[in-house]
């Protein structure tokens, strides 16, 4: 039944989400031209907020949970398990405090309404994947721009969406590039799940009635732990609550 209210709903979703980012296009462009980034910064946020409750038109509850008390005052990264294109919406509207950032493919930042335009102004790092030289050169100057802002950056330690929602082994280079140049950022853990289902089929349909979750987890200090430990334990935590919602269904 999902697939099939999908046929219907999936182009009602699609006419919404599109608009969304046809609309925000010049809006953005224009509050960073003429106000700067505090001003372009907020027109993504309402974007997202709007990305993100599109998900009602396919009938999908958006849960967003977060029992810490994480500080503004100092760098953040979010080390998250990926599952959709449809995570990272929620993750900037949710996050809208913390000013996340994205490691993003460079070929995003080209012909995508919104999308791209925020890539160029947002302050994250786009990197080329065939060139190891200028992805970590990306990554250090986020995490510069980390320091001196005290901004957050969102990584998906897996490398890859897990398009069937089963957890892949992390990678710690992220994590590790990012401690170098903003060491005392402290590492939240995020697990996410059910997005992969909107997208079991591909584009189109996609499919509805889904409870899509994002649990923040306890935060961890990276003081005395190398990027590696740190990196199985944010993978361990989020496994945890993956296997929980397994062994639920």
Same mark, same amino acid.
């Given at each position: 039944?999902?697939?099939?209210?999908?046929?219907?709903?999936?182009?009602? /979703?699609?006419? /919404?989400?599109?608009?969304?980012?046809?609309?925000?296009?010049?809006?953005?462009?224009?509050?960073?031209?003429?106000?700067?980034?505090?001003?372009?910064?907020?027109?993504?946020?309402?974007?997202?907020?709007?990305?993100?409750?599109?998900?009602?038109?396919?009938?999908?509850?958006?849960?967003?949970?977060?029992?810490?008390?994480?500080?503004?005052?100092?760098?953040?990264?979010?080390? !998250?398990?990926?599952?959709?294109?449809?995570?990272?919406?929620?993750?900037?509207?949710?996050?809208?405090?913390?000013?996340?950032?994205?490691?993003?493919?460079?070929?995003?930042?080209?012909?995508?309404?919104?999308?791209?335009?925020?890539?160029?102004?947002?302050?994250?790092?786009?990197?080329?994947?065939?060139?190891?030289?200028?992805?970590?050169?990306?990554?250090?100057?986020?995490?510069?721009?980390?320091?001196?802002?005290?901004?957050?950056?969102?990584?998906?330690?897996?490398?890859?969406?897990?398009?069937?929602?089963?957890?892949?082994?992390?990678? /710690?280079?992220?994590?590790?590039?990012?401690?170098?140049? !903003?060491?005392? !950022?402290?590492?939240?853990?995020?697990?996410?799940?059910?997005?992969?289902?909107?997208?079991?089929?591909?584009? /189109?349909?996609?499919?509805?009635?889904?409870?899509?979750?994002?649990?923040?987890?306890?935060?961890?200090?990276?003081?005395?732990?190398?990027?590696?430990?740190?990196?199985?334990?944010?993978?361990?935590?989020?496994?945890?609550?993956?296997?929980?919602?397994?062994?639920?269904?």
């Amino acid at each position: 039944m999902s697939k099939f209210f999908g046929y219907i709903l999936s182009p009602v /979703f699609y006419i /919404f989400f599109g608009l969304s980012l046809c609309i925000f296009h010049p809006i953005q462009w224009m509050c960073f031209k003429l106000f700067g980034y505090k001003a372009h910064k907020v027109s993504v946020d309402i974007l997202n907020f709007f990305l993100t409750y599109c998900q009602i038109f396919l009938f999908n509850s958006i849960n967003f949970k977060n029992e810490y008390d994480l500080p503004t005052d100092r760098p953040i990264i979010f080390a !998250a398990n990926h599952q959709s294109m449809y995570d990272i919406p929620s993750l900037i509207w949710f996050l809208r405090k913390h000013h996340a950032k994205f490691i993003s493919k460079i070929e995003l930042t080209k012909g995508i309404p919104s999308i791209s335009i925020n890539l160029r102004l947002g302050g994250g790092a786009n990197i080329n994947r065939k060139d190891n030289k200028q992805a970590i050169s990306e990554i250090i100057k986020l995490g510069r721009r980390m320091k001196d802002n005290n901004w957050s950056t969102v990584i998906f330690p897996e490398g890859t969406r897990a398009k069937d929602g089963q957890l892949k082994t992390f990678q /710690f280079g992220g994590i590790a590039t990012l401690l170098k140049t !903003a060491p005392n !950022a402290l590492i939240v853990p995020i697990a996410i799940e059910n997005s992969w289902k909107i997208v079991r089929y591909g584009m /189109f349909p996609l499919t509805t009635g889904h409870a899509l979750k994002w649990t923040v987890l306890k935060p961890i200090e990276p003081t005395e732990k190398n990027a590696n430990d740190i990196t199985l334990e944010v993978e361990s935590e989020i496994r945890k609550v993956l296997n929980q919602e397994n062994e639920t269904l």
